[in-house]
């Protein structure tokens, strides 16, 4: 019965991870994943961390942040380009969350190729 549990976690985490990677740009909020795996945000996150030991936004910000890091590498957008293009209202909440997940501001990171 462990092992059924066990299989049907994993199977959330492995849909909801490819949920995260269609939708990161777009959406960040709990809710909407839950939602996408008929399941309440709160199992979701429960699952999350009991399958990988890190936060369902961790896994979000993740993939933001190498979405970020992608776009920033290969192609010539503007970082507030690439901030809108990722979902952020304003450049500078972008240049903060990168700067938390990377270490590095946005345009150091650009220029460090």
């Known amino acids: ?9 994993r199977d959330i ?4 991870l490819s949920l995260v990677s269609q939708y990161s740009s777009q959406e960040r909020n709990i809710a909407f ?10 199992y979701l996150s429960t699952v999350i961390k009991d399958v ?9 910000d993740l993939s933001v942040l190498n979405k970020a890091k992608i776009t920033l590498r290969y192609t010539d957008q503007s970082i507030a380009e ?8 304003e450049q500078t909440t ?9 270490g590095t501001t946005p345009s150091r990171f650009r220029s460090a190729r």
Not at 52 to 60: I, N, R
């Open 1 to 9: 019965m462990a092992q059924t549990a066990n299989n049907r976690s």
């Open 13 to 16: 985490f492995n849909r909801f």
């Open 33 to 42: 994943y839950a939602d996408k795996l008929f399941l309440s945000p709160r």
């Open 52 to 60: 990988s030991g890190k936060s369902l936004m961790h896994w979000v």
């Open 82 to 89: 690439v901030a809108h293009g990722l979902g952020f209202d």
């Open 94 to 102: 972008f240049t903060r969350f990168f700067k938390r997940m990377a």
